[in-house]
């Protein structure tokens, strides 16, 4: 079952991530790239999916922990091959859309700061992304970052939008 609309724009080929979504044909700044759905499910459900499908699904809220995406094999689509970078092109709008924070030409990987959907430790991984500014590590915490803060405003998941609210009236 297919849970994510891809841009027709986009198609999945081997990097040396894998695979990874790349631009067939120049994206404008601000382009829906991607929708996101699948089933939602509490970090328990999480922690019992088979280890091949763990690492495809978002986080979607916190208190509960709520993420989205694929529980089974059966339910992975090219949708889900949106490689991280600490250096971006692409973030969110709202909790499922994926849209592009820059024009991204021909050839080019989509990626995106695992950050920006992240605020525990499930995800935690070393970082390969090879960029200049590469933390090294991706981390459930790297939210609080002032840098990242302002680096993706207005690209990140609301609930994480909502967390940088309330610190700032503490």
């Known amino acids: 079952m297919n849970f994510i609309w891809v841009n027709p724009k986009l198609a999945v080929a081997e990097c040396e991530l894998g695979k990874g979504q790349f631009v067939t044909q120049d994206v ?12 939602v499910m509490t970090l328990e459900e999480f922690n019992l999916l088979p280890p091949e499908v763990q690492h495809f699904p978002y986080q979607i809220s916190e208190n509960p922990d709520l993420l989205f995406g694929p529980m089974q094999a059966e339910d992975m689509s090219d ?42 430790d499930f995800g935690n991984m070393p970082c390969a992304c090879g960029e200049d500014e590469c933390r090294g590590f991706i981390s459930g915490d790297d939210w609080k ?23 700032r009236m503490t």
């Open 28 to 39: 404008a700044s601000g382009e829906l790239l991607a929708v996101f759905g699948g089933r």
């Open 79 to 120: 949708g889900e091959f949106f490689n991280h970078s600490c250096n971006p092109n692409a973030g969110f709008r709202g909790t499922q859309q994926l849209v592009a924070m820059k024009a991204i030409a021909a050839g080019e990987r989509v990626t995106f700061d695992y950050a920006t959907c992240m605020t525990c």
């Open 145 to 167: 970052i002032p840098g990242l803060q302002q680096k993706y405003a207005g690209y990140w998941q609301p609930y994480i939008q909502e967390k940088f609210i309330a610190q």
